[in-house]
């Protein structure tokens, strides 16, 4: 018997009624990389009755979804999407079991059906069912409801859905990225606070582009984020509220200050502050505004970022005479180096799973983006072109997004930034489409999810 998962929907939250699954035989092994990806077939979702919308014929919103689900599996490198063109079978009942011979020959290992409905309150039904085409069983029936408009994320949550049913992970389509905006010429650069979908939809500016922005990154509670700004030509630190749409200045230091980050719970930001000369680490609480300076040394210690459990913090240093990647206590003791490769390291971030660290390694006229463990044993560097910079971590760890810098040309023109992603194998490594130049990209956690009860 075929089951259902239902689910309500709404903007921003996702109401869950109760959860089921069935153990199948298909498995994607998460650490292959682009070697040998799964083939899966995605059809377009069937309306039950085709009408005309607010947003379009229901029948074109089924073929978008499906299209965002193809371009979101076959983005993780781990699979790869049979041409529709070769389909034999046509799914109009998603509620009932495809004809499996129909999709063995074609070599689809895994199925995704789905049909959509529009309800008298003006709300869309989605359902979708995965199956696995060689022990023809479902694995996985889920039905959403929800404002028609909410149709994409809709996609992103079943992309979610098929990509941790397959592969055992927590999927990260159903996130955002939030980066600077670039736009004009090299000497008179405008640079905006940007928010997107993690695959480039749904572009917004958060800042007029009046004053120069730099280095966001987002809360774990999503829905704020902290950055730099130059505000009369003076770097201050500030929180921006997703909601309310404004922002607030961390506070009113008389010296530079840069390179902030929130820790694990939110209640805190990390920074640089510059004092007589002096670039050292300091903690904000945001709840009573204390701040405690956690390093003192005449070198350079800046872009310091948490462990996921709050314990540990890493940061890049010219202490030792060179830039450096270090490890401390969360108050500041036990200061450990931990890169003695070739070259100089900056911009550390440590991994969501705890178990890496990512920088960017500088040597041989390259920027690279590369990750080592907490104690800086296997190093590995994941890209190799003239500027990669700026990496931040996907949601589950599995993914890093960056910046990327063409080199400029006698004549002037090129320096040009735009984002990229890599995966931990270093082979599946892709282009993030944005409408302008882009730097500094942040990965959101999940988006939130709500529990509404079983029924």
């Known amino acids: 018997m075929n089951k259902l998962v239902s689910y309500t929907f709404g903007f921003t939250a996702l109401l869950m009624v109760c959860a089921l699954s069935v153990q199948a035989q298909l498995k994607v092994d998460i650490n292959r990389g682009t070697v040998d990806p799964v083939p899966i077939a995605v059809p377009e979702f069937a309306p039950v009755v085709d009408v005309e919308t607010s947003t379009g014929r229901l029948s ?58 529009m309800l008298q309150n003006g709300n869309l039904r989605v359902e979708f069912r995965l199956w696995d085409v060689v022990a023809e069983v ?25 990509y941790t049913r397959l592969t055992g992970e927590e999927g990260y389509f159903d996130t955002r990225i939030v980066y600077i905006a670039e736009s004009g010429e090299a000497l008179d650069r405008v640079k905006r606070l940007a928010i997107m979908d993690q695959d480039g939809a749904n572009q917004q500016f958060l800042t007029s582009g009046d004053y120069l922005v730099l280095t966001p990154r987002f809360s774990p509670n999503r829905q704020e984020i902290t950055y730099l700004s130059y505000f009369n030509d003076k770097p201050r630190v500030y929180l921006f509220n997703i909601l309310s749409n404004k922002s607030e200045v ?4 008389p ?73 401390m ?5 036990n200061v450990r180096r931990i890169s003695f490769g070739n070259g100089r390291y900056a911009t550390p971030v440590w991994s969501p799973r705890g178990d890496l660290i990512a920088f960017t390694k500088i040597g041989d006229r390259k920027f690279r983006i590369g990750v080592m463990r907490p104690d800086g044993r296997g ?38 930034a735009n984002l990229w992603s890599v995966d931990l194998t270093g082979r599946n490594e892709r282009p993030v489409a944005t409408p302008f130049n882009a730097s500094d990209p942040a990965w959101s956690p999940p988006l939130p999810v709500t529990t509404r009860g079983r029924r």
């Open 60 to 117: 074109d919103i089924g073929y978008n979804i499906s299209q965002v689900i193809s371009s979101n599996l076959i983005s993780t490198g781990l699979f790869r999407t049979i041409d529709e063109a070769a389909f034999i079978e046509k799914i109009t009942a998603a509620n009932a079991p495809p004809r499996f011979p129909a999709w063995r020959p074609l070599g689809a290992q895994g199925l995704v059906t789905g049909r959509l409905e």
């Open 138 to 162: 479902q694995m996985e029936g889920v039905g959403y409801t929800t404002p028609i408009s909410n149709w994409r994320r809709i996609a992103h949550v079943i992309s979610d859905r098929i």
């Open 250 to 253: 961390l506070g009113d230091f």
């Open 255 to 327: 010296n530079m200050t840069f390179a902030p980050r929130f820790s694990p719970d939110g209640n805190k930001v990390i920074m640089t502050l510059a004092e007589n000369g002096n670039s050292d680490i300091y903690v904000m609480d945001l709840r009573t505004r204390k701040i405690t300076r956690l390093t003192d040394h005449p070198g350079i210690d800046t872009s310091a970022s948490y462990s996921p459990d709050g314990r540990q913090i890493v940061f890049n240093s010219d202490r030792g005479g060179s830039q450096q990647l270090y490890t």
């Open 329 to 333: 206590d969360a108050d500041g003791s």
């Open 379 to 416: 190093e590995r560097l994941l890209t190799d072109a003239y500027q990669d910079e700026g990496p931040t971590w996907s949601p589950n760890g599995r993914v890093l997004m960056f910046f990327r810098t063409t080199p400029y040309n006698r004549n002037g023109t090129g320096g040009k």
